[in-house]
């Protein structure tokens, strides 16, 4: 077999046979193939798709790249996707409070993506904290805290690892098949019996209508069942970003606020709908029952203690938890101010992640280093009212010499007008 004429059959719209795509997972998991014909083929696919059978097919090749988790060991294993937003932290939230409510979370997490953040670099804000671990010890940190999130370690779908950073820098990451077997694999590898998948849909998802954010979640669905597993999908709003804060350490702030019982609600709205939906699903239990008792497990703090137990099993600094204050401060703050009187009619989130990444927040090439302290603190959102003279938002960086131009994209991002604008629905359907 020749990976020329693999990319060749895709490029002509031909459906790929299940040996031509192992051929090409273990070729380039194993190095074989070279990153150049891994992103021809990356890029076929994105313009030509993948039929139900390719899709399943390449999922259960990438899964079966490496090790899968044996979590036999532990009841009610129950784990949460994104298809990746902007300011999406809500695995700081929800997870704790799944865990805390008798879940058992061992969690496989990426790194940021395109213009989208990602929760292995936001726990890397703190101090210590491990996120490369072999499965003894991710066991073991499991065993003590009941709850823990790492990133694609050792010889965890090792061709997710390569494929995804590969993505995030040719333009390949909104391809349905690419997203579901970069998801699925991951979550097949890490071996929880309960999956949910919280599903992005707006200017600042992968899928920027309910109809594709529905296929693609359909499609998760079906392999996630085919494999034995309880799936669920929770389709949110990515039309503007979510909670205020844009940014690694900024976000791991807003998440321990909400985790407080304050910060921003439409964080907290979708973090308790996902931990309902992890431990509903993983007990049978009644949804309405098990969302009072999420509220609770954030009023009573023992979601935030979870958070603290799960930072410390992971050699970070808990003391950074319970005081966030000592997470340092990027040099520069630099406010973008209103022009107009009026309201914010839409945010084109996109624009709003790639500013962001622009401070520093993200990456533009797979070795770049992220700066922790750089991102966005949002001020007014959809539908706020806005007067000449208002602070919209609070850029942050290091280096000053990045914020002209991420100032000139978060302006880009916002438009304005006369009327108060329709807010689109924070929580669309929950699919089972
Ligand atoms: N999240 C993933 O893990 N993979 C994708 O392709 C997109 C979002």
Redesign the pocket.
Known sequence: MRMVDIIQNKRDGYALTDKEIEYFVSGYTSGEIPDYQASALAMAIYFKGMNDSETTALTLAMAHSGDMVDLSEFSHTADK?S??GVGDKTSLVATPIAASLGCTVAKMS?RG?GHTGGTVDKLESIPGFRTEMDMNDFRSAVRKSGLAIIGQSGNLTPADKKL?SL?DVTGT?PSIP??VS??MS?KLAAGSQTIVLDVKIGSGA?MDTLENATALAEKMITIGKAAGRNVRAVLTDMDEPLGCAVGNALEVKEAIEVLNGRGPSDLREVAVTLATNMVSASFGRDENEVRAECEKAIDNGSALKKLCNMVEAQHGDAGYITNPSLFPVAKYAMPIISKTDGYISHMNTMKIGISSSMLGAGREKKEDKIDFSAGIEIMKKTGDRVSAGDTLAILYANDESLIPAAVGKYEEALQFSQEPAKRKPLIYTVMK
């Open positions: 996707h298809t990746g990426g993506l995804y993505r990451v690419l997203i970069s998801i991951k992968f």
